[in-house]
């Protein structure tokens, strides 16, 4: 799956605010996590009282059907579904689909119980008033089946027997069943949309990770992998869509009804977690890549205006990358992909049938931007990569869940880079995926990686894996991995581990078992086994920063904590100490690479001899750690920057100006130095330091964007801004020419937003000017896709009500959904109160009126936009006091709305409540947290600990940094 929060689009700036991957980095200190995490586990007893008040322990909760993981004692072979989805309402208003299922089972262990997932489905009572039935599959006679319910909590039908099944033996069991299509986006769901003032219904799935045994009764544990044989009934003229090639479409009549019966070839052996069913009107488009092939399916208005033509043209190429790339031929006949108008995650690698929202799928060249195409070629990448590795070979357990996501999210780079060699997109994983999780992975309430298999039971907590821990840093940390083995190396093990586990499971060491043949094989030098390396990357949460003295050639390595202050009271077996990979170069001579093993080491290779010699470890930022230098060393580093920055690698110069930010909020360093080392940016070009640098930077706005300190920042970021935003005028000749570039692309958009932020007239004009033509004639936007989010916000903040109805009316109006999430997104920058609070009000309160109702009205929010909504709004500095308002008004009711989702619950707690930062503020957050204890905080609580830590730590950062940043300003600012 890839996570929408991971691809917010960098270029959505607020005006006066810098906006980034970088805002995670606000994110501190949470020492509670840990003692939390260990009390979750604990299964407590359901307690009652009687009539005297005392309290009794109702008996320990240990049947079979009490415990959340399935018993050993029977393995699913194959199944036989047929669902059918109603598109209407039924004559009680409900959206319902009907079913039924047989599923032949083998018995390994003798038992006299069936224990299978199902979850909302209403079975149906058959002939003995049971809820299934069972039959041997050599006809003989079963045990009779002498009681069967729904155990609710742990989502089981239970199938009591009257004597034991055979080891050996086949059964099937069958369920007839009915379930809602509910518009919950989990499970089997609906998705609604507007064609030709026409609405209309798809129904479709998401399963992963515990959501297909909503769909039908289900052994919903990965590892149960069998063979699905899939059937559809829906309506006349629709399209039936699956795992599998369709291979018999007939008209029939069922109940009266005349519909369409779907059969879908058996599937390979698989997950029920990669299941997928889709019901709709859709279009497509089709391509073949070899013997496979591909097909685009979208809304047909999508389909005829040529959008999915981009996805179809990189899937082809990216198909072709990973086959080569593990070795292994696509192990489908067909990939299809489909654009959803409701879509939780960003997308779902279902087998052969990738779902995505419409943002990750559909481009069109004259709405979507340059970070569009990017992220659909990377979504399409990542979601490939997982036919092979996730599906084809499996993970027993959601704990590992890390390496599956991690690797996808690696490999994601390597697929869009073959699809589109001149971006460079491989390096911008630096940004994407290191900055971001260093920024959360530096805190005490961090996690490790890997997660003990009888740590991860329920569904919430399968949910809340799909972090950025798993996500980012698991790429970071194989990247590394990729990288020290090097890439031949790394490919070959994978191969073999591919070959090997093909239609089965694994745990993560397998991997590393095949990288260790590979490693040996290969002859590759390594100073312990892969195994024992990884694990400490693995098992314990965090990072080192290795410390190198130029002086001395001493290298030290330290668990690195944002909050020196924090507590870490998570044990590690390894003491916070890492095999380290370090690369380095003197000047531009590279030295040679070498390991550190121990807390310190020496290298006398490290030492510099003259005044104008410098030392720069971690190239490439290659590995996953940050460095230290000494005073001196950082002095001469400074020097080159000031002189010649381009004698300094590019990713590199972000990354001494990240790890400067960093290591000045652990205390490592004088916040005073990452102040410093922006001074070169007034010379620099490139992207990647620029938005390293503005990541950092808003942190600087969030803390000092209501004091007077503004007024200074502003001053000196307008200073530094300005040669950026003439060359850009320069080489666009006054901007009518679209930079060559990808990353020129990108920071073209950094260098407009912010020289209309800080207030630079050129900027603010010529954004006027094209927002005011665009509003003259709607008709012809002449605003380049690439600009148009920034253009769009700035225009809006610059200007009034007229501005901020033409944003609306467009928004409403818009066709293509990259469109409508810039102009959402750009509502927001208002500058007028009344403005925001309307928007708070146009977003949510109409159907907080008759909120059963609202759903997914088309002229609305969607259910999937709308926390993200009141977080844009909080991020502008104006509308963060009403959203926090707004949110603590209406929280029963957002709540009851939003409570559920992973995601999005803590984004909008933690979005709303960032910018926190005196004791007053803090007090209006413990109140919060006091008032609604007793509804609570769903998926959000672990966030509103976090706001309440952070803020604290906040009010500390300021009060020990304001005086010392309004020094430096001043200076660096008076000429
Ligand atoms: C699934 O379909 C295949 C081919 O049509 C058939 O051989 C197999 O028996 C079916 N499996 C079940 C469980 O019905
Ligand atoms: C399932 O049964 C419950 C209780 O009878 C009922 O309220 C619900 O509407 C039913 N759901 C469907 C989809 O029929
Ligand atoms: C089924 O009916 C639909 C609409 O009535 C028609 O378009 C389609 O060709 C028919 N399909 C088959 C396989 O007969
Ligand atoms: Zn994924």
């Keep these: 799956m890839a996570a929408k929060g991971f691809f917010i689009s960098k270029a959505v700036g607020v005006v006066g605010i810098i906006l980034g991957a970088g805002a995670v980095a606000t994110i501190i200190v949470l020492s509670v996590a840990y003692s939390q995490e260990k009390s979750k586990n604990v299964e407590v007893n359901p307690t009652t009282t009687t009539t005297t008040g005392v309290p009794v322990t109702t008996p320990a909760l240990n049947e079979p059907w009490h415990q959340y993981r399935l018993p050993d004692s029977i393995l699913p072979d194959s199944y036989e579904v047929t669902l059918w989805p109603r598109l209407t309402e039924n004559s009680v208003g409900l959206y319902i689909f009907t079913g039924d299922s047989e599923v032949t089972f083998r018995c390994v262990k003798e038992t006299d119980l069936i224990l299978i997932h199902s979850n909302k489905l209403n079975l149906t009572v058959n002939g003995n008033s049971k809820l299934a039935t069972l039959t041997a599959e050599d006809g003989s006679m079963p045990p009779a089946i002498t009681d069967t319910w729904l155990e609710?909590?742990?989502?089981?039908?239970?199938?009591?027997?009257?004597?034991?099944?055979?080891?050996?033996?086949?059964?099937?069991?069958?369920?007839?069943?009915?379930?809602?299509?509910?518009?919950d986006l989990g499970g089997f769901y609906r998705s609604v949309y507007m064609e030709d003032g026409v609405e209309k219904v798809v129904a479709t799935t998401q399963m992963q990770p515990t959501d297909a045994r909503k769909a039908f009764p289900c052994f919903d544990e990965p590892a149960m992998k069998a063979i699905f044989n899939i059937t559809l009934i829906h309506p006349r003229g629709t399209v039936g869509l699956s795992n599998g090639m369709d291979i018999e479409t007939v008209n029939v009549t069922i109940d009266k009804m005349e519909v369409t019966r779907t059969k879908f070839a058996p599937t390979p052996k698989m997950s029920t977690y990669l299941l997928a069913f889709i019901v709709s009107d859709y279009d497509y488009i089709q391509a073949m890549e070899g013997d496979v092939s591909i097909r685009i399916f979208a809304r047909r208005k999508a389909i005829a205006a040529g959008q999915g033509e981009y996805a179809l043209n990189v899937t082809g190429p990216i198909l072709k990358f990973f086959e080569t790339y593990y070795n292994a031929t696509y192990p489908l006949k067909k990939s299809d992909q489909i654009a959803l108008p409701d879509f939780n995650a960003g997308a779902m690698e279902n087998w052969g049938?990738?779902?995505?929202?419409?943002?990750?799928?559909?481009?069109?060249?004259?709405?979507?931007?340059?970070?569009?195409?990017?992220?659909?070629?990377?979504?399409?990448?990542?979601?490939?990569?997982?036919?092979?590795?996730?599906?084809?070979?499996?993970?027993?357990?959601?704990?590992?869940?890390?390496?599956?996501?991690?690797?996808?999210?690696?490999?994601?780079?390597?697929?869009?880079?073959?699809?589109?060699?001149?971006?460079?997109?491989?390096?911008?994983?630096?940004?994407?995926?290191?900055?971001?999780?260093?920024?959360?992975?530096?805190?005490?309430?961090?996690?490790?990686?890997?997660?003990?298999?009888?740590?991860?039971?329920r569904p919430e907590q399968i949910s809340e894996l799909f972090d950025a821990i798993s996500y980012s840093k698991g790429a970071s940390v194989l990247r590394m991995l990729s990288n020290f083995l090097s890439e031949d190396v790394f490919v070959i093990g994978l191969s073999t581990y591919l070959n090997q586990f093909a239609f089965s499971n694994t745990v993560y060491t397998d991997l590393w078992n095949h990288l260790q043949a590979a490693a040996e094989k290969t002859g590759t030098k390594l100073p312990a086994t892969v195994h024992d390396i990884m694990n400490r990357w693995v098992l314990q949460m965090g990072f080192p920063v290795v410390s190198i003295d130029t002086a001395t050639g001493t290298v030290t390595q330290q668990h690195f904590l944002l909050d020196p202050d924090s507590v870490v009271d998570r044990p590690s077996e390894f003491n916070y100490t890492w095999y380290v990979p370090i690369t380095w170069q003197k000047n531009s001579v590279k030295g040679a690479d070498f390991w550190l093993l121990e807390k310190s080491d020496l290298n006398n290779d490290l030492k510099t001899t003259s005044a104008d010699q410098w030392v720069l470890a971690n190239l490439n930022?290659?590995?996953?750690?940050?460095?230290?230098?000494?005073?001196?060393?950082?002095?001469?580093?400074?020097?080159?920057?000031?002189?010649?920055?381009?004698?300094?690698?590019?990713?590199?110069r972000a990354q001494l100006i990240d790890d400067a930010f960093n290591l000045a909020r652990a205390k490592l360093v004088p916040t005073t130095l990452p102040l410093e080392m922006t001074k070169y940016l007034n010379n620099e070009r490139e992207y990647m330091p620029w938005e390293s640098a503005l990541d950092n930077l808003d942190f600087f706005y969030l803390m000092f964007d209501r004091t007077e300190i503004y007024g200074l920042l502003q001053t000196y970021i307008m200073k530094q801004v300005e040669p950026l935003f003439n060359h850009y005028k320069d080489i666009t000749a006054d901007w009518t020419k679209v930079p060559e570039r990808h990353t020129d692309q990108y920071n073209q958009v950094n260098a407009l937003r912010m020289a209309c932020s800080t207030g630079i007239e050129a900027c603010t004009d010529l954004v006027t000017k094209w927002y005011g033509s665009w509003m003259n004639n709607t008709q012809n936007n002449p605003i380049h896709p690439n600009l148009r989010s920034v253009v769009y916000c700035s225009a809006i903040a610059a200007g009034g009500v007229k501005e901020w109805d033409h944003g609306w009316k467009m928004f409403k109006e818009a066709t293509i959904a990259i469109e409508q999430d810039k102009l959402r997104a750009a509502l927001a920058c208002a500058s007028q109160p009344w403005l925001l609070n309307r928007y708070l009000e146009y977003t949510l309160k109409p159907d907080m009126i008759q909120y059963l109702e609202y759903t997914l009205k088309p002229?609305?929010?969607?259910?999937?936009?709308?926390?993200?909504?009141?977080?844009?709004?909080?991020?502008?500095?104006?509308?963060?006091?009403?959203?926090?308002?707004?949110?603590r008004a209406n929280w029963v009711y957002i709540f009851n709305e939003y409570g559920g989702g992973s995601f999005s619950f803590s984004n909008l707690i933690n979005g709303v409540t960032k910018r926190f930062s005196t004791e007053f503020e803090l007090k209006q957050l413990q109140q919060f947290k006091q008032d609604y204890a007793d509804v609570g905080f769903g998926s959000g609580t672990l966030a509103v600990e976090q706001s309440i830590e952070r803020t604290q730590a906040n009010i500390k950062w300021v009060a020990e940094n304001k005086v010392i940043v309004e020094t430096w300003l001043k200076s660096a600012i008076s000429p």
């Design 859 to 887: 002229d609305m929010i969607r259910k999937q936009d709308a926390t993200s909504t009141i977080v844009y709004i909080a991020n502008n500095v104006v509308g963060q006091p009403l959203a926090w308002d707004f949110m």
């Design 621 to 652: 930022v290659a590995g996953y750690y940050r460095v230290k230098y000494d005073d001196a060393n950082y002095a001469r580093l400074q020097n080159q920057l000031t002189m010649a920055h381009e004698l300094i690698p590019v990713i590199n």
């Design 152 to 183: 609710v909590r742990t989502q089981y039908l239970v199938v009591k027997l009257n004597g034991n099944l055979k080891v050996g033996q086949r059964y099937v069991l069958r369920t007839d069943f009915t379930g809602e299509l509910a518009d």
């Design 353 to 457: 049938l990738i779902t995505y929202r419409e943002t990750a799928l559909l481009y069109d060249p004259d709405v979507s931007s340059n970070g569009n195409k990017e992220r659909i070629a990377t979504i399409i990448a990542h979601e490939l990569a997982h036919m092979w590795f996730g599906n084809l070979v499996t993970l027993k357990w959601w704990n590992d869940l890390w390496l599956n996501e991690g690797f996808a999210s690696y490999v994601e780079y390597l697929g869009a880079d073959y699809a589109e060699p001149a971006w460079g997109v491989k390096d911008l994983i630096v940004l994407g995926d290191v900055h971001r999780v260093f920024a959360v992975d530096a805190l005490a309430s961090s996690h490790p990686l890997s997660s003990k298999e009888e740590e991860i039971q």
